[in-house]
Structures are given as C-alpha cells and as structure tokens.
C-alpha cells in the first residue's frame, strides 16, 4: 500500500486545462488533464476545483505514468459536478493531489485478483485493471464483477468487451433493471462471488460500490473463505481537504481522506454498519 | 457418460449430501435440454418439477403490460430454478425462459413430494437447501429494489 | 529551565514593551461585555484587573472585588486556537487573464507578524499542543498554521483561580505548566503585596526575560508562590474529574447504546461546545467568484460536527440525527482521538460545561455512560 506524500501548497489548486471531456453514460462523464509526471497510485483521488463553483473530491480512473494524462470520471449529481460537465477542453480546473492511500497491488502479486464494483464505483477500480492486465504475469486470475443499475449506466463497455476479448480478464456484469432487448444478467451482483470458481484462500478481493453493496459483498465473500486482510474496499465520506486538516470524512478512528478511501476489512469492520456512524 | 445421481451430486445445490438421499432424487429425475427462448415454466401453469441448472442461463420473467416482458433475475450454471412444486396450489407464479441453450435436471415435483413424505428426514434436508436459496433470493432482491445505483441513493 | 526569578507589575508593562520592540503582536485577557476575551494589547491597564470568574455547567459570571491581580479569572469563552486557525480566512484568490484564458491561483498568505500570548493557561498550552498534531506532525503540514506557530511567543501563567468546570488534572496537564513555554508566570496577591515568580523554558525566554530584568525571589515568596501552586492543584483535583479508564473501550462498547438518544433530548445541537474547545480543528470552505466571472476566491471557515453538512454525501448526511452527532464529537475528543494521535483531544479546559446552554457536562455524561454499560454488563 502507497502513501504519497501531497505537496506542501497542498489546500491551493493548480490550473491545470482539460485535455478532453468525454460523455461516458448519461449522467457520468470523463474529464483528461495533464499534470506532468505524476505519483498516482490506482485508488488514489484528487480534489478537483471548478473556479467559483467548489471542490469536490474524484478518483482517478486512468493514469498514463509516461504522459502524465490523468483521466476523472465523474457522476453529474449536481452542485459542482454540474458545472464540470458543461466544461470544454481548454477550459482551466484546479488540480490539487493526489490524494490518499490506493489499492493493495502488492498484496495481490501471485494472488487471483477478484474486483467487485457497483455503479460509478468502477471508476476507482479501473487503474487496477489496467496495471494487473499490464502486468498479467503478476498475477493469477483477473476477475471482474460489476453491477450496474441499467445496461445504458455501464461503464467503459468497449474497453471491458476488448479485455474480456483477449482473454485477460473475466467480466461478470449484471444490471438492475433492464428492458427485453438486454441479453446479459440480470440481479444484484454479490451472487456471483459465490459461484466464480477461484480458489478464494489465494485471493484479493478489491470492492467498490455503494456502502451497502459493499457490505453485501464482504458478508458474501467471508462465507466463501476469504480472510479480512485480503478483502479491500473504497470509502466515501465527506472529504474536503484531503490531507486530514478539516476533519469531515471522519469514519470512526479513520480519516478517509489520508488513511483511506481504501481500507482492509480488518480495519473497517469495527466501524461500518453501524448507524450514523 | 455420467448417471443422473452423479450429475446431481456434482451440482452446488446438492452438496455434500448422504448419497441414499441421491439415489431417491434421481429416481425422481431426467434431463432436459431448453433451446434458447423456450420457456422453463409459465405463469399459472401447472408447476410440475424444478429444475438444477446445469449450463446455460435462464431468465425470470413477467409479462407486465404497458411495459411488456420485464426481466426480474437471471440464472445460470450451479442455480436452481422453482420451487413452486412445493406447496399448492403447485402451479408457477412466473415465467422463466431460457436465453441460451440450457441443460437442466428436471426433478419430478409429484414424485419428489411422495418420497419426501415417507422420508421425512430426507424432505427436510431437501427443505433446509431450498429455504437457503430463498433466503439468498430474498436479500438480493432486497438489495435490488434498493436501487442502490440511483442518483443521490 | 532557569531558576524562578520575580518580577513586580512594572516588569510586566516592560514585558509588553519589550516584546512589541522586538516585532511581536501581543494578544492577552481583556473584559469585555462581562466576559474574559483575548485581544490585542500593549499595556497593563488593558489586563482584567480584579475581575474573578465564577463557572458551573451552563453558566460563567463575573465579579470584581477590587483587588488588583490580573490573571485572577480562570478561562473565557474563547481561546487561543482563532489567532492559529482563524475562524475565517481566505486560503487563495484567483483570477483569469482576460487575453488568454488562463487562471492565476495567489495563495493568501497568513499576516507575517510576530505573535506572543500573554496568560495562556497550562490547558491551553495542552491544546496548541495537540493541535500541533494535527497540522504540523502528520506527513503533510498546514503550511499557514505553521508559519503562525513558528515564531510564537508564549508567556504562560500558573493558574491561582480555579472554577469548577476546571479538570485539567484528568487530562494529565496542570494546572502548572511544566513545559511549551517561553515565560511563566505566577501571579502572587497576599497581605498587600503583588508580585510575579517568572520562569524562562526558551533561549528566547531566558533573552526576553534578562532585558526586562528581574530581582531574586527571597525564601519567603517562594513559599507563597509554591501556596499559589499548590492551592490550585487541590482546587481541581476537588473539583469532579473526567474518569479516562478504559474509554475507547466504553465509547466503543457504547456506540449504540439508548444515552446518546437520551443525551440528545437535551442537546440543542447548537455546536457551541466545538465552538469553545480549543483543540476542536474542523473547518469548512466557500468558494465564491464575483460578477464577471473572471475571480475567484475560497475562503476557510471553522464547521463543527454538529452541522448538518458536516457529513454530507450525495443523498444526505450520514449522521443526520442529533444523536448521532452528539456521540461523533464526544468519541472522537475521548476515544478515536487516542487512536488517530496517541491521545486524548480534551485538555479539561471546561469551557464546553461552561457554554452549552443546557449544562451539559461531559464529566457526567461519561459517568453515565460507565454506570450504563456496568448494569449492562450484570
């Protein structure tokens, strides 16, 4: 696990003009920028400023080391997000990051990889992919499992259909809801950590979705054996600052923004499900 | 070429059961093969058997007009399907349908239900299996209606 | 640390002159509205002379009675944390060059002048303390906290009126301060005679304190100075204590007990406590552009735990209930504190018995929380 250590001007953005914004489903979009050489990690987030609108904080969901082209997909929930969306390339936004601990990588070396993502929470995920399928020798089986809410709200599609092409990953995506002409699955997503036959004893389960997706898929995936140590999920708290100064994304002992937003079973168990929390 | 009580004992849904107990079953069951689109079961016909899923997928479905055939959960390889053989008035309360080539091992509801009353130790390790899969079912379309990916969820 | 010297009431006024000759902006007590207030001072005059406070849950008066201390009250309302975290400051400005586009980001830098505090208490010593946790001793620095606390000139007074909202010595600072000072003072009032034992713990200190000169203590006035001292310590120690045995375990243990509902049903949600704690650090941010589209600024404000987008996500807040937040600021100051800094966040300052409107007071609400979770235990 990575700690990258921000910058010390670190509550002041810098500008930073956006490459390219691309519409990736009807309410999320993907926003390019270059920031030069870059320490991101797969996990990590950055806190992304639109000039007189606010901050909020997005994870990052493609990160070209070499280039320094950072990639953020974001879900148009309003507020900010809004206002992003409506940005063209050229168009400055305040970069600050990146933030946060990432995923486990290390930990996952030799290991079978099994992703469990829900909604926009592939997003976060998705550098996990693309470093394991990169370094496909690192690892044992790759395997996705993705729910969404509809066919319409899957992400990146062509890029999962190319992967799942060649070979390299198994995807197992199930929607929510869906009309006749939809010919995949269709349910809730954590059924499946049952029925993928790894073997879950050499195995790192990485986990990103709404809060209580991911606790419907860590009750799933501790039935099937799997320890609290190799099973990883991303947290969503109020995150501000991203250094641990404003105090929001509090979650128990945990400040999210620094010692998260990925965290351990282990680490978290004490404190999620818990009301109000 | 496998008999039907090894198909049975390699399937998820009967594991690790008392091989007597299997041997009764598969009396009570044959193959069947669905092509793609043939239906499985459908709503208020007569429920005769349940089916164990052997490779393929299947869909649950309801014709629900304006809206038209509304698919409520898929299910494949190492799933079984039905359990309105059970309990009467024994008749299906949805359709199901498959969406690829689907082999299955039909099991007699008729036949089932007589060899459960004679042995009822073995109807209620029947029933603990079915009752787990209905509890699984229940959470996830809790889970489901929950709508967990909506915006502002 | 050098060994006590004494100082009248005259070589305090050269203190102030002598620490504004060298730059300083000095901030110490002043009463204003019928309250013990930190602001800017330059002469003796401006100190709260005679005034005493008296503070019990949900209360704090003041009266005088003529004598002529000046650090004869215990805490005010606010404490030293608005001169190192300003309630409400503009962290950077920015603006777009109207022929290419292009955005400009100056961040705000903090005033470079020179601070000293005059009469911090041992609790408030504590709290910068702590707070130095959180912005200066993490992997990552406020570089605007930093450079307020870097030249910071502390001139420390032993406490000699103790209220009995006061438990520093559960907290295990106070009411001496034994360390993080530049100057120490204990004011002594007995038999006519007013004077100073003063300590130096700096070589800032110990420079200050040879050009403002001082005299010997004779064997008679460090005995009344040790009287001062030790009064005050017997003063908290009588005063009821905050019992800190076992409590991440109890806050933990206690996470969804019926309390913090009943606790609840007296908070008013009104967030003074956080508002008065002086190792309290949460703050907020508002960004803002003018007309023209064209600048920009964001601006940092303290928040507390207690709003109702202190937590907010997408959707609403995670802790929308009152309840809930109640148990978010006292576990965190108590408990998860411990976890997160190696320590408690409370100094036992009181201030958070003193000025909540309905007299809460953690001290007993912990004691009830400990008889719940005993009777749950039987």
Known sequence: MCTVQAHSHSLVPTPTPILRRVRETEDVFSVSINVGETSAEPGQFNMLTVFGAGEIPISISAICKASGETVHTVRNVGGVSQVMAQLRAGDEIGVRGPFGRGWPIDAAIDKNVLIVAGGIGLVPLRPVLQHCLSHAGHFRDIVLLYGARTPEDVLFRDELAVWEQQGRLKVELSVDQCDPTWQGNVGVITPFIARQQIDFDNTVAMVCGPEIMMRFACDELRRQGLAEASLYLSMERNMKCGVGFCGHCQLGPHFVCKGGPVFSLAELSPWIGRAEL | MQTIEQLLAAHPFYLDMKPEYLAELAACAQLKVFKANQKLATVDQSADAFYVIRSGRVAIELETPPRGRITLQTLSTGEVIGWSWLFPPYRWEFDVRAIDTVHTVALDGKCLRGKCNQNLEMGWDLMQRFSRIMAARIKATRLQILDVYRAGA | ?378
């Not at chain 3, 009463?31 to 008296?54: C, F, K, M, N, T």
């Open chain 3, 1 to 378: 640390m050098t060994e006590c010297r004494k100082w009248n009431v005259e070589h305090l006024q050269t203190l102030l002159d002598v620490l504004n000759a060298q730059g300083y902006c000095i901030y110490g007590p002043q009463l204003r509205s019928d309250a013990v207030v930190y602001g800017e001072i330059d002469a003796i005059e401006q100190l709260p002379a005679g005034w005493h406070d008296q503070q019990s849950a949900g209360s704090y008066r003041m009266d005088s009675d003529g004598d002529p201390q000046l650090f004869g009250y215990a805490l005010g309302p606010q404490s030293w944390r608005k001169y190192l975290q300003p309630p409400r400051e503009r962290l950077w400005s920015a603006k777009t060059n109207t022929d290419t586009q292009a955005i400009t980001v100056s961040e705000s830098k903090p005033a470079g002048k020179k601070m000293a505090f005059l009469g911090i208490r041992a609790c408030e010593v504590h709290a910068i303390d702590i707070q130095d946790d959180v912005f200066l001793n993490g992997t990552i620095q406020d570089n605007r906290y930093a450079a307020r606390r870097e030249n910071l000139f502390l001139v420390a007074v032993n406490c000699g009126h103790v209220v009995s909202t006061c438990f520093c010595t559960s907290m295990g600072e106070g009411p001496k301060v034994d360390a993080g000072f530049d100057l120490c003072l204990t004011e002594v009032y007995k038999n006519g005679e007013h004077f100073f034992a003063v300590a130096a713990a700096s070589d800032c200190g110990r420079s200050v304190l040879q050009v403002c000169g001082s005299a010997k203590l004779s064997e008679s006035d460090k005995r009344l100075v040790t009287k001062v001292e030790r009064d005050a310590r017997l003063a908290v120690e009588q005063n009821v204590q905050l019992n800190t045995e076992g409590i991440e375990q109890l806050f933990y243990n206690a996470s969804d007990s019926e309390y913090w509902q009943e606790l609840a049903d007296r908070c008013l949600s009104c967030a003074n406590c956080t508002m008065v704690c002086p190792s309290c650090f949460c703050s907020n941010t508002t960004d803002s552009g003018d007309v023209s589209g064209r600048k920009f600024e964001r601006w940092q404000q303290w928040d507390s735990c207690f709003s109702a987008d202190f937590s907010y996500l997408h959707g609403g807040s995670v802790r929308a209930s009152t309840a809930s937040r109640y148990r978010q600021w006292l576990s965190h100051k108590l408990a998860s504190w411990q976890q997160q800094f190696g320590r408690s966040g409370c100094v036992g300052c009181g201030r958070c018995v003193s000025w909540c409107p309905v007299g809460i007071d953690l001290r007993a609400e912990v004691q009830a929380l400990r008889l719940r979770s005993h009777n749950a235990d039987d």
